[in-house]
């Protein structure tokens, strides 16, 4: 799988959009990019996925660059509960297993 | 949608003895289930891959002997940590894919402690 970069932490204002940027730049034409976050002492969360159209549900958009080799996370109004550490993951399509890399640590200020 | 129900949430255990942890799959069938550890502050490490039938997969460092792990049903597959030794204390966290494109849905992880 291709290897992700992430900043390690990252501030926002509460109310404010979280612009979260990842890296990967050795994506190829059939691995998804995977967003997932992390809350203190619990199970990462799901958030959104794509391969190479830019994407949004209830939680987030994901912008994925033409050339695929770079992705935002969009959380439009960030709130306090907002606050974790957030991952990047990219994944062969038909592979099984996510690998993790370090993410970044969003924190949310009020 | 999916959920994964991970069991106990805590345990303290003696060193020597071993500890059992659940990853219940509620409202779906998991042919596959992942386990992870995690360091504080640190990232989610893949221990191994758990296939429902079959032998796990082991992550190249990880004792399979150490940390056995069996998925007898498409519901549920079980972590036993045997001989456990304070190193081995971590968090510990299952996953479950459902379905070939959609996500992952984690358990809620299990803190060990061994003393």
């Known amino acids: 799988d291709a290897k992700t970069t992430q900043p390690p932490s990252m501030d926002c204002a509460e109310g404010r959009a979280a612009n979260l940027p990842c890296n990967h730049s050795t994506i190829s034409g059939n691995e998804y990019v995977y967003w997932y976050r992390q809350i203190h002492s619990q199970g990462p969360q799901y958030i959104i996925h794509g391969l190479k159209n830019n994407e949004t549900n209830e939680m987030a958009s994901l912008i994925i660059t033409e050339d695929r080799k770079s992705s935002t996370l969009i959380l439009p109004h960030a709130t306090l509960r907002d606050t974790a550490v957030y991952y990047c993951?990219?994944?062969?399509?038909?592979?099984?297993?996510?690998?993790f890399g370090q993410g970044t640590r969003l924190t949310i200020n009020p | 949608g999916a959920v994964v129900s991970q069991h106990p949430s805590w345990v303290i255990c003696k060193s020597g003895t071993s500890v059992k942890i659940e990853c219940r799959s509620l409202d779906f069938q998991a042919t596959t289930m992942f386990w992870y550890r995690q360091f504080p502050k640190q990232s989610l490490m893949l221990m191994a891959t758990s296939n429902e039938g079959s032998k796990a997969t082991y992550e190249q460092g990880v004792e399979k002997d150490k940390f056995l792990i069996n998925h007898a049903s498409l519901t549920l597959s079980t972590l036993t940590v045997t001989s456990a030794h304070p190193e081995d204390s971590s968090f510990y966290i299952c996953s479950a894919r459902f379905g070939m494109n959609y996500g992952y849905t984690f358990g809620s992880g299990t803190r060990l402690t061994v003393v």
């Open positions: 993951i990219v994944r062969i399509q038909g592979a099984q297993k996510l690998v």
